[in-house]
């Protein structure tokens, strides 16, 4: 790679083969590289996705001359943690989303699906779908790489349960929040039809949410805040038939918060609504589902839930795309495939196991065997910047001729473990620090003003609230951790909007 790495960062670096192991004379100062006739064209990165991972890869490479192509199907950058609030209308979609050519305006984007991916000869095959009325075009073209960086997240996980692809909404992208937005309406205004037996408006104002961790609980809390809030202002005649039923196969709900924080979420959650009338929500906990029908969803032990609208949010599942570029891996991945179980199996500098070192992955489609990860946001947006330093330092991911995980050597890493202060600044020049996860905490909204915030200050230790103190945290690291100050204006500004106005409920 030469000194086609080199750019005017904090400092500039020697070549690549150098740049494996610390130099304590390595160059500090901000001069442009020399203008050389040797210098080597940059090598080509390609970022597949425009989720947490690549985004936060795009920002940080940012004004570099790195050359770099982002390849997604979505040509924006959508804050997954507010779907469940745009899927009630308390916030906008396009208040959540940023159009990824924005993050870095010096980078490539083609909107397009990559297939498959000949990683012998580094070409990403792709495939662009144009729709324009009610005709679609769909075109295909090759892409070629020098490193190429996978981060295509997860699919919804359906565990081969019959009806549930057929019959559930889901809670993954912008239109599905459209969808349940329009669905939760329609039930409304069903609902309020005339003729209608208490029994039949009952079942149309059932709403089913399966799966009791974050984004389930938070669907359910948002959808709550909607019935509390809009509807005594527009359908108080069918209100008393409301009913929300968290169904969930383990015996609790939040898994990955505290116990205590998940009893307060609990009784947050079953407290009445409407001046001690009646709990609208009911958490239906150890109840396995077994089959999903347009009308009912039947449990393990022969339950029946009649529902008008039902919203699958029971975890991840792998992609397609995934599943074929694990096959095309040599043996160590496969190895390694009981514990990442069809997410790329990486090692702790995100290379993909069983590849030349050119292939790397992050964020919910990657999975380092030794040391599994949460697949959240947190981590996918801290892999991608650690990614896009490394980029910028000029590491050299793909020695030739050798095998991830067989024979490739570790890149040389700083002695022992490091410190939280080494783990969120950067590594030493030239030293290739391996992947470290901080955990800064967890926050979950739990409805009508309240949320959990489990935030780490140690490895074991953590500060715990909840109430309105967890809900003001939660709000302001959500706001803080929009992508644009365009997003945080939009967000604040739907915040307010909602509390002076309500939520819309017009059907577009
Ligand atoms: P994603 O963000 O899912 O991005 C994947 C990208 O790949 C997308 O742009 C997609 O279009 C693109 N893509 C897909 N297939 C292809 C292909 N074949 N070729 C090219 N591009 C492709 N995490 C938290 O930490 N805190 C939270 O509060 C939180 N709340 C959540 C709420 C909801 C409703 C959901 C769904 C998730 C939530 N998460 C949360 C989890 C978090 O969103 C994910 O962990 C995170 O999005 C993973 O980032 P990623 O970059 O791996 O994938």
Not at 182 to 197: K, Y
Not at 277 to 291: D, H, N, P, Q, Y
Request: glycine share 10%.
């Amino acid at each position: 790679l030469e000194k086609a790495f080199e750019i005017y960062d904090d400092f500039t670096y020697p070549s690549s083969a150098e740049s494996l192991t610390p130099s304590a004379s390595a160059p500090t100062a901000l001069t442009p590289p020399p203008p050389s006739t040797s210098i080597k064209p940059s090598p080509h990165i390609v970022i597949l996705g425009t989720g947490w991972g690549a985004a936060s890869f795009l920002k940080t490479t940012a004004s570099t001359p790195l050359n770099i192509t982002c390849i997604s199907p979505r040509n924006f950058f959508l804050f997954t943690p507010m779907l469940a609030g745009a899927s009630v209308g308390t916030v906008e979609p396009r208040s959540i989303t940023e159009p990824v050519r924005s993050l870095n305006p010096s980078s490539q984007f083609l909107e397009a699906t990559s297939k498959s991916v000949d990683l012998k000869n580094k070409i990403i095959e792709c495939e662009s779908v144009t729709c324009e009325g009610n005709s679609c075009e769909i075109s295909t073209f090759n892409v070629s790489y020098d490193v190429l960086i996978i981060s295509v997240g997860a699919s919804t996980n359906t565990f081969g349960i019959p009806g549930v692809l057929e019959n559930c909404n889901f809670l993954k992208s912008i239109e599905d929040a459209r969808r349940v937005r329009t669905g939760i309406v329609n039930c409304f205004e069903r609902a309020s039809l005339p003729g209608l037996s208490v029994e039949r408006v009952k079942e149309i104002l059932t709403f089913a949410v399966i799966g009791a961790g974050p984004t389930g609980v938070e669907f359910a809390s948002e959808l709550r805040d909607f019935v509390e809030e809009e509807g005594p202002k527009y359908y108080s005649s069918v209100l008393p038939y409301v009913s929300i039923k968290v169904i969930e196969a383990s015996s609790t709900i939040l898994a990955p918060f505290d116990s205590e924080l998940q009893k307060k979420a609990i009784s947050e959650l079953t407290r009445f609504s409407f001046k001690g009338g009646r709990a609208i929500t009911e958490l239906m906990l150890s109840s396995g589902v077994k089959e999903i029908t347009p009308t009912e969803i039947e449990l393990n032990d022969g339950r029946k839930v009649a529902y008008g609208l039902s919203v699958w949010a029971a975890g991840n599942g792998p992609m397609q795309f995934t599943l074929g570029v694990i096959e095309g891996l040599e043996e160590e991945q496969k190895d390694r495939q009981n514990i990442a179980r069809g997410r790329l199996a990486v090692d702790p500098w995100l290379r993909v196991v069983g590849g030349d070192g050119s292939v790397l992955a992050l964020g919910d489609c990657a999975c380092n065997a030794e040391d599994v990860l949460p697949a959240t946001a947190q981590v996918a947006g801290q892999q991608g910047e650690w990614l896009g330093k490394m980029c910028r330092r000029g590491y050299d991911f793909c020695p030739e001729g050798t095998v991830v995980g067989r024979d490739m050597p570790p890149p040389s890493s700083s002695s022992g473990s490091p410190t939280i202060a080494e783990k969120i600044s950067s590594p030493a020049p030239g030293v290739a620090c391996a992947f470290q996860f901080l955990n800064l905490g967890i926050l979950a909204y739990t409805g009508g003003g309240s949320a959990l915030a489990q935030v780490q200050i140690t490895e074991d230790k953590a500060v715990k609230s909840s109430g309105s103190l967890g809900f003001g945290l939660w709000r302001s690291v959500y706001l803080s951790k929009q992508v644009s100050g365009r997003n945080r204006l939009l967000v604040a500004v739907d915040w307010f909007k909602t509390k002076i106005f309500g939520r819309d409920i017009t059907r577009l």
